[in-house]
């Protein structure tokens, strides 16, 4: 028999017949690798854990345009490609305008933005119904909904008004033969009533068109379709004026007024800046807690077919990474020079930060505790062994045995105790760390290849370092002393 089998067989031996205090230590080391697998599994996975979860909370980045520059889709483009395609969760461009709601004499904000996008980028939204998947459909505030009555499956039609450069603009310059004119003014309730008008070679009215969807159908509103009314317009010079040559529609005075004054008002407008209209189907209801529940929400192409700009106002990006990648992808962005200025989200990149570093000192300072428990239930196995076997090891001595030898059993048992703890420990703490994950979190977590090794050699070298003391006061036996009975 060789010396290594025979080590072995002593080994093997000594833990058998001593099985009860064995399995204690065996159960300690088990325990304590168990929790430590379990807690660096978790510490290894929660970043992206907790990233996962940071992320529902919103954007923790916004692109805005830099030095009076505009934020077009292509400078978007140029700036999304300095950050890692695998660190970018979701990038939602976001145009911002006033529309008008015409039919029920309301104003809201209304926000263009691409909808694959924003699931990404706010997945807090609450949406009853679905988000908009076509073209003419919108999303609707809760906030919206209920002041104005709309559910899904309603109707919108909304109203671009273009806020032109006609404030620099003189009378002359305003009123030049051919123009085309648009203005609007307050008729009966406070709603808007809009005028275009064209200007004949001789800067005379030569056809004008009517919105007055906002007063009422039966007085109001047959101004837009009453011809009399609208041709008594026609070869007027501005400004014109109720009673000198124009005649108000009977029973409906204030419209007619406001049908004059906007003609009075109206500045030379282009195509481009004419008031525009489109008709909207409700696909979803908006729920947030937030502001956001008094905005429209519709495409970008929606958007740009009522203003006539693909121009943007703000992108906001989220971002997998910690706080020190954000700042550099933010200022790799701003220092480009592509006309994009980068800004963080503070309340959400740093609150990240924050808890991640508090995860890891929770985790160090529990994982630190568990080995030194650990070590003292080990160590203190180890000292009832040494203490119930004196007489062998005193036997043993007297026969020979070197202090290498005893140092070698004991070290032995300890390092076999640590491995077979580890690997039980590194499969339990898999389990405990999947339990968790799932309870907190809500998600499942990867296997670490390397945590067997690393939970089994930490586990070995904890066990061994609990049997030095016990060793130590084996070595120390005198053979003399114990075989005396004393």
């Given at each position: 028999?060789?010396?290594?089998?025979m080590?072995?067989r002593?080994?093997?031996?000594?833990?058998?017949?001593?099985?009860?205090?064995?399995?204690?230590?065996?159960?300690?080391?088990?325990?304590?690798?168990?929790?430590?697998?379990?807690?660096?599994?978790?510490?290894?996975?929660?970043?992206?854990?907790?990233?996962?979860?940071?992320?529902?909370?919103?954007?923790?980045?916004?692109l805005?345009?830099?030095?009076?520059?505009?934020?077009?889709s292509?400078?978007l483009?140029e700036a999304?490609?300095?950050?890692?395609e695998?660190?970018?969760?979701?990038?939602?461009?976001?145009?911002?305008v006033?529309?008008?709601?015409?039919t029920r004499?309301?104003?809201?904000?209304?926000?263009?933005?691409?909808?694959?996008?924003?699931?990404?980028?706010?997945?807090y939204?609450?949406?009853?119904?679905?988000?908009?998947?076509?073209?003419?459909?919108?999303?609707?505030?809760?906030?919206?909904?209920?002041?104005?009555?709309?559910?899904?499956?309603?109707?919108?039609?909304?109203?671009?008004?273009p806020?032109?450069?006609?404030g620099?603009?003189?009378?002359?310059?305003?009123?030049?033969?051919?123009?085309?004119?648009?203005?609007?003014?307050?008729?009966?309730?406070?709603?808007?009533v809009?005028?275009?008008?064209t200007?004949?070679?001789?800067?005379?009215?030569?056809?004008?068109?009517?919105?007055?969807?906002?007063?009422?159908?039966?007085?109001?509103?047959?101004?837009?379709?009453?011809?009399?009314?609208?041709?008594?317009?026609?070869?007027?010079?501005?400004?014109?004026?109720?009673g000198?040559g124009v005649?108000?529609?009977?029973?409906?005075?204030?419209?007619?007024?406001?049908?004059?004054?906007?003609?009075?008002?109206?500045?030379?407008?282009?195509?481009a800046?004419?008031?525009?209209?489109?008709?909207?189907?409700?696909?979803?209801?908006?729920?947030?807690?937030?502001e956001?529940?008094?905005?429209?929400?519709?495409?970008?192409?929606?958007?740009?077919?009522?203003?006539?700009?693909?121009?943007?106002?703000?992108?906001?990006?989220?971002?997998?990474?910690?706080v020190?990648?954000?700042?550099?992808?933010?200022?790799?962005?701003?220092?480009?020079?592509?006309?994009?200025?980068a800004?963080?989200?503070?309340?959400?990149?740093?609150?990240?930060?924050?808890?991640?570093?508090?995860?890891?000192?929770?985790?160090?300072l529990?994982?630190?505790v568990?080995?030194?428990?650990?070590?003292?239930?080990?160590?203190?196995?180890?000292?009832?062994?040494?203490?119930?076997?004196?007489?062998e090891?005193?036997l043993?001595?007297?026969l020979?045995?070197?202090?290498?030898?005893?140092?070698?059993?004991?070290?032995?048992?300890?390092?076999?105790?640590?491995?077979?703890?580890?690997?039980?420990?590194?499969?339990?703490?898999?389990?405990?760390?999947?339990?968790?994950?799932?309870?907190?979190?809500?998600?499942?977590?990867?296997?670490?290849?390397?945590?067997?090794?690393?939970?089994?050699?930490?586990?070995?070298i904890?066990?061994?370092?609990?049997?030095?003391?016990?060793i130590?006061?084996?070595?120390?036996?005198?053979?003399a002393i114990?075989?005396?009975?004393?």
């Amino acid at each position: 028999m060789t010396k290594r089998r025979m080590f072995l067989r002593m080994v093997t031996a000594s833990l058998l017949r001593r099985r009860s205090r064995m399995l204690i230590a065996l159960l300690s080391i088990g325990i304590g690798a168990t929790i430590l697998a379990g807690l660096v599994t978790i510490y290894v996975d929660v970043p992206r854990q907790m990233g996962a979860q940071f992320r529902s909370y919103g954007a923790n980045m916004l692109l805005l345009p830099q030095n009076g520059e505009t934020l077009g889709s292509e400078r978007l483009a140029e700036a999304l490609r300095m950050i890692p395609e695998e660190a970018l969760v979701g990038a939602a461009p976001y145009r911002y305008v006033r529309l008008d709601m015409t039919t029920r004499q309301q104003s809201f904000t209304a926000a263009g933005t691409d909808f694959s996008q924003i699931t990404k980028t706010s997945p807090y939204f609450s949406v009853e119904g679905a988000y908009p998947s076509e073209p003419r459909q919108v999303l609707v505030g809760s906030g919206i909904a209920d002041k104005i009555g709309v559910r899904v499956g309603s109707s919108m039609e909304l109203t671009y008004q273009p806020t032109g450069s006609a404030g620099s603009q003189t009378s002359a310059e305003s009123r030049a033969p051919g123009a085309v004119l648009s203005g609007k003014a307050e008729g009966f309730g406070g709603g808007l009533v809009y005028v275009t008008a064209t200007l004949d070679g001789q800067s005379k009215i030569a056809s004008v068109s009517v919105d007055a969807s906002t007063q009422t159908p039966e007085y109001g509103g047959r101004v837009q379709e009453d011809e009399a009314f609208l041709n008594q317009l026609v070869g007027q010079s501005l400004p014109v004026a109720l009673g000198d040559g124009v005649d108000a529609l009977t029973g409906a005075t204030v419209t007619s007024a406001a049908v004059v004054e906007a003609l009075n008002q109206a500045t030379a407008a282009d195509a481009a800046a004419r008031p525009r209209t489109l008709n909207f189907t409700v696909t979803g209801i908006l729920t947030t807690g937030g502001e956001e529940e008094g905005y429209l929400f519709l495409s970008l192409q929606d958007m740009e077919n009522l203003t006539g700009s693909d121009q943007l106002d703000v992108a906001e990006l989220s971002v997998s990474a910690n706080v020190d990648q954000l700042e550099t992808y933010a200022n790799a962005i701003t220092e480009s020079g592509g006309g994009v200025q980068a800004r963080l989200v503070k309340r959400v990149a740093k609150s990240e930060a924050s808890v991640l570093e508090k995860l890891t000192a929770l985790v160090f300072l529990v994982t630190l505790v568990v080995l030194l428990l650990t070590m003292i239930c080990v160590s203190t196995t180890m000292m009832a062994v040494v203490s119930e076997r004196r007489r062998e090891i005193g036997l043993r001595k007297a026969l020979g045995a070197s202090d290498g030898s005893i140092r070698a059993e004991f070290l032995g048992e300890g390092l076999f105790l640590g491995l077979l703890g580890g690997v039980m420990g590194a499969i339990l703490g898999f389990v405990f760390a999947q339990v968790v994950s799932v309870n907190v979190f809500g998600s499942s977590i990867t296997f670490q290849p390397l945590l067997l090794p690393a939970t089994v050699i930490v586990s070995m070298i904890i066990a061994a370092a609990s049997c030095l003391l016990p060793i130590k006061r084996a070595v120390a036996i005198d053979p003399a002393i114990v075989l005396k009975g004393e």
